[in-house]
């Protein structure tokens, strides 16, 4: 991986921003103000409202994923961005380190992937939420990306990505936020 790259453009942006007067500031800048911060691991002081600060700014231009060091945060925006999840951006992200581009939910895919592959060990993905915060969503979309990036694509890949739909049909209950709400955890292998 070469995760230095993305933080030394930063530093250099932040650099170049000093050196400039208050008004001629970088379109850069202007851009951050809007839209936040990829990794809040870069915020100044990390803190209740700087969080929930940087979280609005990017959810309120639909960037719903933002990292928090190695912690993915999706925010749900009850809504569906097929461009986020098209065949050419699973594409974008493959060999890619979770630093090199926007985070999405296909960087954690890839760097599981490419750590249980490289290292030959287990990985462990969690995903949380509240009723209705996109769990089954997400993990639909890992599995896209699983079955996506492997080398042969099997029957079995395909039969445990159309089982997802069947096995929520059990345990499952209707709440106030979804009408699919799982009253279990899932595993899968």
């Not at 500031?25 to 103000?33: I, M």
């Not at 296909?106 to 209705?132: F, L, P, T, W």
């Given at each position: 991986f070469q995760a230095g790259g993305r933080q030394q453009a930063r530093a250099e942006r932040?650099?170049?921003?000093?050196?400039?007067?208050?008004?001629?500031?970088?379109?850069?800048?202007?851009?951050?103000?809007?839209?936040?911060?990829?990794?809040?691991?870069?915020?100044?002081?990390?803190?209740?409202?700087?969080?929930?600060?940087?979280l609005y700014r990017r959810f309120?231009?639909?960037?719903?994923?933002?990292n928090i060091g190695d912690v993915l945060i999706s925010m749900n925006p009850f809504q569906y961005f097929p461009e986020l999840y098209e065949d050419?951006?699973?594409?974008?992200?493959?060999?890619?380190?979770?630093l090199e581009l926007p985070p999405?939910?296909?960087?954690?895919?890839?760097?599981?992937?490419?750590?249980?592959?490289?290292?030959?060990?287990?990985?462990?993905?969690?995903?949380?939420?509240?009723?209705?915060?996109?769990?089954s969503e997400t993990t639909k979309l890992l599995l896209q990306y699983l079955s996506s990036v492997t080398a042969t694509h099997s029957v079995v890949e395909q039969k445990i990505l159309e089982s997802s739909p069947l096995l929520e049909a059990f345990g499952n209950c209707k709440t106030v936020n979804n009408n699919n709400s799982s009253r279990f955890g899932k595993f899968t292998k």
């Open positions: 932040a650099a170049d921003a000093m050196s400039w007067g208050a008004n001629d500031a970088p379109q850069w800048q202007n851009k951050l103000k809007q839209e936040g911060l990829d990794d809040m691991t870069l915020i100044a002081k990390v803190d209740i409202p700087n969080i929930l600060d940087n309120s231009v639909n960037i719903i994923y933002t050419s951006v699973i594409q974008q992200y493959v060999g890619k380190s979770r999405h939910i296909y960087a954690i895919a890839e760097q599981a992937y490419r750590s249980m592959m490289v290292d030959k060990e287990n990985q462990c993905i969690i995903i949380s939420g509240e009723s209705g915060a996109g769990k």
